[in-house]
Structures are given as structure tokens and as C-alpha cells.
């Protein structure tokens, strides 16, 4: 029977660990490696939280990329963002959205009372009706209802904060929960080593002065990654020559951690690494990966690398924005393509494509990627009363 790799004590109920945080998009687990009671520990005040804090870090990085869980859960929505004194969000995708419908009361010259109101979509602006209608009554003499797009022009500061000793204490976690899994599931054999120290200072938050883990732009990987790839990794090398057990976590492709979880290694040589892409349950165990010495310095006296490591982390954001960038250009530019087919083609029953039909798609394809692209607002008139009265 297998022990927990936190407590020692036997695993008599298994319990589901994963290797690399769900929220992340990863799905690698074992039910092999931790007791419930340990699990249930994690996810406790008293642990500190570390799985949800290194998680939280990334809560901006997975809305934009709309990473979902392994179970599908959807990444956080955003909140408490304020532009020109309106509160917005930002939902799944990077897409901003007003938070809260506004209804405005005016008279006319002849007394007459109007309302403007504006929401963030339809519905919301049906339910403002609605109000309206409850307390005036049905009897409006006119309904105008227009459905505008508006884009956010100036800029909007969303809050990143990435390191800490709590959250990168994770980064230990992950390492030691995958050379067990590597271990429990035959692909490496581990030797009789003593891993009191890392579950002291995993599970019983004992030497909370551990600096032994954290944001490291300097040491190399052993793997090269692609420039566009936005994979989880973990990589765990073993060197009896440096007498180290350390490794690295990259999230998303290009944010790199590392952290040591034993000091006093005396086995052989091994590397070994995972790659969890974000949008598939699929893993890819790499067996071979390159020798790389590893220079403990950079997370044991973090202020000598500091420079780099800022540098690297600054780099590393913009090319997961570029990303982003990209990918909602070409998303955006396949909705336009779409709702213009459907627009030109509504109603068409004909065999044949004419001339006229491609003059009027490419104008509607043309003007609403420039409306996109230069963020000109534009305004398309609803039959809202119709609606309300269906």
C-alpha cells in the first residue's frame, strides 16, 4: 500500500492530487500520492492557501486566454475595474463589459418624461424596460432602441503580481508531488531518500525561511520550448555531484520558476519533465531531457538576480500578451466573416454567387475590421419594442 508523501501515514482513501493546478488547464494527477486528510490540509487557512494563491497570480493571464479547468469550469471573470467612472469587467476571452445598466430620466420642453437607458446587452436593457414599464405603464409613444459598439480607447491597469514566499511555495509542491508520481507510477525508481525536511516544510509550514524556491529567469532549462507554445511544464533533475533534487515549473509556456526539495542527494544522475498542454487532457512524459548544471544562488540570494529575473518576467508577459493579441484578432476576424455571410446571404436561396454579393460582402468585412481595428463606435438600430412584445 502506498504512503502519503506529506504525512507517511498509509493511503487508506484515495484522494485525487493534480500534478499541475487544474485552474491552470492541466489535468495530470495521482490518487497515489497523498492521504484526503493531507489534501483537505492544502486547501486550509492553516496551509496558507498556497495551490489557490499560485493560482490567483494568474487570474488576469487565464481571462485572456480563457483557460478553462480540466472539469471545464470557466476562469474568473474579472472585477473592479473603473474606466471614464463607469465600472466595468473583463469576461473570459479579454472581453470588457460594462458591470451595471444605467437608466436616465429626462422631461422635454412639453413635459413629456423620456428615459435613456443603457446597459451592457440586450437582456439587460429589456429588464430596465421592463422597470420602466411597471412603474409608467405600457403607453410610450415611441420606443428607440439602438444596439451600439463601443470600444475601450484609453488604457486600463489590471493588476499582475507574480513571486512571494507563499504562492512560490507551490512551485516545491508541484516538484514533489511529480517525482513521486514519476515513482509511483514505475517510470523512475527512487532510492531510500529522507524527505523530512520538505515535508516539514510543505506540510507543517515549519523553516518558513526556506528561500529555496522562486521566479528564476537566469538557469537554463533542459528543454527548449517554443516561442509560441503556452504548455504547462515541470521538469525535476536529480545530481549527485551538486547533491541537489531540483527543478523548474513554467506556466503558460514562458513564466519560469525553480525550486530545490532536497539538498542532500547522494543517487544517481536522472531528468525527467512533463508537458501539459492547456487545451487538451493530454500529457506528454519526456524521458530525455539535456544536463544542465544548476546554480542555487538565484533563488537562495534572490537580490543579486533580481535585475534578470524582472527583466525575464517583463519579457515573458509581453510575448503571452502578443499571443493573446493574435489570437483575439483572428477570433474577431472569423465572428466578422461569419455575421457578414449571414447578413449578405440572408434569405438567399439561389446556386450561385454573384458579383454584387461579393462587392457587399467585402464592403461589410472591410468596415467592420476597420470599426474593430481603429475602434470607431458604431451604432445599429433594434427593434427592441417587437421583442418585448413577443
Given amino acids: ?43 486550509t487557512k492553516e496551509s ?44 473570459p476571452g479579454g472581453k470588457f463589459a460594462y458591470q451595471k445598466s444605467k437608466r ?26 421592463k422597470h420602466v414599464q411597471k412603474q409608467y405603464g405600457k403607453g410610450f409613444s415611441s420606443i428607440n432602441a439602438v444596439s451600439r459598439k463601443t470600444y475601450i480607447n484609453k488604457p486600463i491597469d489590471l493588476e499582475l503580481s507574480i513571486g512571494g514566499e507563499e504562492s512560490t511555495k507551490a512551485v516545491a509542491k508541484i516538484l514533489y508531488n511529480f517525482i513521486h508520481y514519476l515513482d509511483r507510477e514505475s517510470i523512475i525508481t ?3 531518500i529522507d524527505w523530512s525536511s520538505t515535508q516539514n516544510y510543505l506540510r507543517y509550514s515549519k523553516d518558513i525561511d526556506n528561500r529555496s524556491t522562486g521566479i528564476d529567469y ?36 514562458h513564466i519560469y520558476f525553480s525550486a530545490i526539495i532536497h539538498n542532500e542527494y547522494e543517487g544517481i544522475d536522472f531528468s525527467y519533465g512533463v508537458r501539459q498542454p492547456i487545451d487538451t487532457k493530454r500529457e506528454e512524459i519526456f524521458l530525455k531531457l539535456k544536463k544542465q548544471k544548476f546554480n ?52 438567399y436561396e439561389g446556386a450561385y454567387i454573384n458579383p454584387e454579393h461579393i462587392q457587399k460582402l467585402s464592403a461589410k468585412v472591410a468596415k467592420d475590421f476597420v470599426d474593430w481595428r ?7 438600430p433594434i427593434e427592441l419594442k417587437d421583442e418585448l412584445e413577443e
Avoid at 518576467?313 to 502578443?322: D, G, Q, R, V
Avoid at 483575439?328 to 466573416?337: F, T
Fill in 48 to 91: 496558507g492557501y498556497i495551490d489557490n494563491k499560485f493560482v490567483e497570480q494568474f487570474a488576469v493571464i487565464r481571462n485572456l486566454l480563457n483557460i478553462r479547468s480540466d472539469r471545464g469550469k470557466m476562469p474568473p471573470i474579472i472585477k473592479k475595474i473603473e474606466h471614464e467612472g463607469s465600472a466595468i469587467l473583463l469576461e
Fill in 104 to 129: 436616465e430620466e429626462m422631461k422635454d420642453e412639453e413635459g413629456n418624461i423620456k428615459f435613456k437607458i443603457s446597459a451592457p446587452n440586450l437582456e439587460k436593457a429589456k429588464e430596465q424596460l
Fill in 190 to 192: 527512487l532510492p531510500n
Fill in 374 to 380: 481603429y475602434r470607431i463606435d458604431s451604432e445599429v
Fill in 1 to 43: 500500500m502506498n504512503k502519503c508523501i506529506y504525512c507517511n501515514a498509509e493511503i487508506t482513501e484515495k484522494s485525487n492530487e493534480h500534478i499541475i493546478h487544474s485552474a491552470l488547464g492541466s489535468s495530470l494527477q495521482s490518487n497515489k500520492i497523498i492521504c484526503k486528510e493531507c489534501n483537505n490540509y492544502f486547501s
Fill in 218 to 253: 537566469v538557469n537554463p532549462l533542459p528543454y527548449l520550448i517554443p516561442e509560441e507554445d503556452l504548455a504547462n511544464y515541470v521538469f525535476i533533475s536529480g545530481s549527485k555531484h551538486q547533491k541537489l533534487i531540483y527543478g523548474h515549473v513554467i506556466v503558460f509556456g
Fill in 296 to 347: 542555487p544562488d538565484v533563488i537562495r540570494d534572490k537580490e543579486n538576480y533580481l535585475v534578470e529575473n524582472i527583466e525575464g518576467m517583463k519579457s515573458s508577459l509581453n510575448k503571452i500578451l502578443n499571443i493573446y493579441a493574435e489570437r483575439s484578432k483572428k477570433e474577431e476576424l472569423d465572428k466578422i466573416i461569419s455575421q457578414a455571410i449571414s447578413e449578405v446571404f440572408k434569405g
